[in-house]
């Protein structure tokens, strides 16, 4: 069930997204809430590897299995699922004495990467069955 904090923790980016009536809607981009309280907000699904990420809030979020999620909604709701908009960044400021490695990191990635979002070269790879081979 969707409300049964085990099962929503469960989800990562990559699952497959189904609608309601059967049909492969599209991929798990983001988990949105807040793990350390219990609170699961939605889920950044996209249709396709390189479109446009959309939201489901939480309550049209159905059954939960290993590697998929399907929702309440017909494939026609689906396609008129918003657009997600990322919330704004937190700044994250690392101590003057960080190590050579950390500040690094944060100049590789960025100031705060995101744990868990997917990257673009990821993304792709999930999308095409190749994530995870060697």
């Known amino acids: 069930m969707a409300g049964d904090p085990v099962s929503w923790l469960m989800i ?26 219990d609170i699961f907000d939605g889920l950044a699904i996209s249709f396709s590897a390189l479109g ?46 960080a190590s050579l490695v950390t500040r690094a990191e944060q100049r590789e990635l960025g100031s705060n990467p995101k744990p868990g979002a997917v990257r673009p070269l990821r993304r792709l790879f999930e999308w095409l069955g190749l994530a995870g081979r060697r």
């Open 52 to 97: 446009k990420q959309h939201y489901v809030p939480a309550e049209q979020v159905g059954t939960i299995t290993q590697g998929v999620v399907q929702l309440k909604l017909d494939r026609a709701a689906c396609e008129r699922l918003p657009t997600f908009d990322e919330p704004a960044e937190e700044e994250e400021i690392e101590p003057e004495k």
């Open 12 to 37: 990562e980016p990559g699952w497959r997204v189904e609608s309601s009536d059967g049909a492969d809607v599209g991929r798990v981009e983001e988990v949105t809430g807040d793990s350390n309280v």
